[in-house]
């Protein structure tokens, strides 16, 4: 018997509810550019502290999630697909900015959303 769309959706909204462990070597904040027809991800790093927040690594400081803390990108990775991204940051980047199996994982399921939305013409708002 066939899982409808709804309890797919649904798994994955409870499944997005777990803890994570955060990835030492820093977070992605990932946006499309509709007009250059580009995915892009912005690599952020991070220091986690003893109760597992991500930090800044200048100041110390835990990392609001509400974007509300303008910091400088470490790196930018652009891609037309999410194939392209991942080989990006992946197979050609010189620093492993990925330390965590996990994280990896989540990036290229947000990569393929990303451009599922950018090839249907819809929002695409990073989990």
Same mark, same amino acid.
């Given at each position: 018997? /066939?899982?409808?769309? $709804?309890?797919?959706? /649904?798994?994955?909204?409870?499944?997005?509810?777990? =803890? #994570?462990?955060?990835?030492?070597?820093?977070? =992605? #904040?990932?946006?499309?550019?509709?007009?250059?027809?580009?995915?892009?991800?912005?690599?952020?790093?991070?220091? #986690?502290?003893?109760?597992? $927040? /991500? *930090?800044? +690594?200048?100041? !110390?400081?835990?990392? +609001? *999630?509400? !974007?509300?803390?303008?910091?400088?990108?470490s790196t930018l990775f652009k891609g037309r697909t999410a194939k392209e991204l991942c080989i990006e940051i992946f197979e050609k980047s010189t620093t492993c900015l990925v330390s965590r199996l996990d994280h990896a994982a989540y990036l290229g399921r947000e990569f393929v959303r990303a451009e599922d939305a950018l090839l249907a013409g819809e929002e695409y708002i990073q989990d």
């Open positions: 018997m /066939a899982q409808s769309v $709804l309890d797919t959706t /649904a798994l994955d909204d409870k499944l997005s509810q777990r =803890f #994570i462990e955060l990835d030492p070597n820093g977070y =992605f #904040i990932i946006y499309l550019d509709r007009d250059a027809r580009l995915i892009y991800a912005e690599h952020y790093t991070n220091t #986690i502290n003893d109760k597992g $927040l /991500a *930090c800044d +690594p200048e100041t !110390g400081e835990p990392i +609001p *999630c509400n !974007g509300s803390l303008k910091r400088q990108a």
